[in-house]
């Protein structure tokens, strides 16, 4: 927040602080008017008027320490009763001030009209009238700073206890992220391991191309949702290194609806689920592997696909997750709450489909939307 909203801030605060005093004067104005009249004692309604905006703009001008002791001295369960004796004294100083501030605004009143009033005559009269309703405005005051200093704490405890959802949230991320990227570097050494002694080339384009995917990782480890396009950018890049390893038995299609590519979606989604595909449909089988990638928005939701032609899983595999998927189970929770949802079931034709459904947002000038 700006110095300058700050300062507009504390003038529309004291404006509507004027205003309520000013509207309650105009109340008692009005009051006082009639009830003269009532009482076959008239007065003008120009002289109720500024008899009771005198009344009670004083009362304003002695809330201001009013507010500043009961912030002082809160009444609390630890200290109530020495707190409460600080506020009766002041109540009475209160009130005495009050009379007397009045009584001196009465002379001045007086004075304008022609009438010569004593001041202890005056200080008299307020104090026979007036003693216990300035008491009633003193701990009215006292009670709204009350009101409005336990709003605050609660505003400030609720917005420490957002940052440190927020602060734990991220911690989550970052750690469930770090765990992610050492078990896709072992399963990728694990395969160039299992290429060297058999094709050197082979393994040797491997290890070009998962430099290449690292420098991309490191380049976006600390963002925690990125566009699909970013993310379809980086499983090329590990398709590359799987293409390597089989081949013309690999094949990828994708079908990726245009306004998705710029949906934001968690950084690291749509690998380990690939990775699932080919470890589960097409590393086990001899015959040609087929894993699709789908993306399309559906009203608010972005729903995306990962299917292979595998033989699926049988109903007691469809719980055993590895690592990769279960990391990713976990950051969608994090991330969205009970708005995502992933679900593995069994195509018609054969093969797993995964589907992971999550709010559809796109990022538009540094934050998501």
Same mark, same amino acid.
């Given at each position: 927040m700006t110095a300058g909203t700050i300062t507009q801030s504390c003038w529309l605060r004291w404006l509507g602080l004027f205003g309520v005093w000013t509207l309650i004067g105009l109340s008692f104005a009005h009051q006082y008017y009639v009830s003269s009249a009532s009482f076959g004692n008239p007065v003008p309604w120009r002289h109720a008027v500024g008899h009771s905006l005198a009344d009670w703009y004083l009362f304003a001008a002695l809330s201001i320490p009013v507010s500043w002791l009961a912030r002082r001295f809160a009444i609390e369960r630890a200290n109530w009763a020495r707190h409460a004796v600080i506020h009766l004294a002041a109540g009475a100083v209160f009130s005495l001030g009050w009379m007397a501030l009045r009584a001196g605004v009465g002379i001045w009143q007086g004075s304008a009209t022609g009438e010569t009033i004593a001041f202890a005559a005056l200080f008299r009269s307020l104090l026979a009238k007036t003693f216990y309703f300035n008491l009633f405005v003193y701990w009215v005051v006292v009670s709204v700073a009350h009101a409005f200093?336990?709003? *605050?704490?609660?505003?400030?405890? +609720?917005?420490? %206890? !957002?940052?440190?959802?927020?602060?734990?949230?991220?911690?989550?991320?970052?750690?469930?992220?770090?765990?992610?990227?050492p078990h896709f570097l072992f399963n990728t050494l694990h395969a160039i391991s299992a290429l060297v002694h058999k094709d050197a080339e082979a393994a040797? @384009?491997?290890?070009? @191309? !998962?430099?290449?995917?690292?420098?991309? %990782?490191?380049?976006?480890?600390?963002?925690?949702?990125?566009?699909?396009?970013? +993310?379809?950018?980086?499983?090329?890049?590990?398709? +590359?290194?799987?293409? %390597? *390893?089989?081949?013309?038995? =690999? %094949?990828?299609?994708?079908? $990726?609806?245009?306004?998705?590519?710029?949906?934001?979606?968690?950084? !690291?989604?749509?690998?380990? !689920?690939?990775?699932?595909? $080919? *470890?589960?449909?097409?590393?086990?089988?001899?015959?040609?592997?087929? $894993?699709?990638?789908?993306?399309? @928005? @559906?009203? +608010?939701? =972005?729903?995306?696909?990962?299917?292979?032609?595998g033989t699926g899983f049988s109903q007691g595999q469809l719980t055993?997750?590895?690592?990769?998927?279960?990391?990713?189970?976990?950051?969608?929770?994090?991330?969205y709450g009970s708005n995502q949802r992933i679900e593995f079931s069994n195509a018609k034709e054969g093969g797993l489909v995964v589907q992971v459904t999550i709010p559809f947002r796109l990022e538009r000038n540094g934050s998501t939307e």
């Open positions: 200093g336990y709003y *605050r704490r609660f505003h400030e405890r +609720e917005i420490k %206890t !957002l940052e440190l959802e927020k602060c734990l949230t991220q911690a989550k991320l970052q750690a469930l992220q770090m765990q992610l990227n040797d @384009r491997m290890i070009s @191309r !998962l430099s290449l995917l690292l420098r991309y %990782t490191l380049e976006s480890t600390d963002a925690h949702e990125v566009s699909l396009k970013q +993310e379809l950018a980086f499983l090329d890049r590990y398709l +590359e290194i799987e293409q %390597t *390893r089989f081949g013309h038995r =690999l %094949t990828v299609l994708r079908d $990726i609806d245009p306004e998705a590519m710029d949906a934001q979606v968690p950084n !690291l989604l749509l690998q380990p !689920l690939v990775e699932n595909a $080919i *470890r589960h449909g097409v590393e086990p089988q001899s015959k040609p592997g087929r $894993i699709e990638v789908r993306a399309q @928005r @559906r009203n +608010e939701q =972005l729903q995306i696909e990962v299917c292979d032609n055993a997750e590895g690592v990769g998927l279960t990391n990713t189970r976990a950051r969608l929770e994090q991330l």
